[in-house]
């Protein structure tokens, strides 16, 4: 860590301050706080950028729950895939919005 323009002694007792500052987890935690404000949910949830894996993941769970659902006329299989469809939809709609970004 030495950055060579402090004498040695002075170098040594700023590591160890440095040192016994980054133990302190309360100071990083109220650090870390300072560093970005944090966003609502909505923001959050817009600035969201899935990985394909995940979307094909989705799309294939959604898919078979359609199947399932449309086959057993279970009313689990017909709700678990009302709750994936719109989360899949949705990630399908983020990963087309970057992918057609310039």
Request: aromatic share 8%; glycine share 2%.
């Amino acid at each position: 860590m030495s950055i060579g323009r402090l004498p040695d002694h002075e170098q040594r007792i700023l590591d160890d301050l440095e040192r016994d500052l980054r133990r302190d987890r309360r100071l990083m935690r109220r650090l870390r706080t300072l560093e970005r404000p944090r966003r609502s949910w909505p923001a959050r949830l817009a600035a969201h950028r899935p990985h394909p894996l995940t979307v094909a993941a989705l799309l294939a769970v959604a898919v078979g729950l359609m199947v399932t659902g449309i086959s057993t006329s279970h009313p689990a299989a017909i709700w678990a895939f009302a709750f994936v469809w719109p989360v899949t939809l949705f990630a399908v709609f983020r990963l087309l919005c970057r992918w057609s970004e310039p």
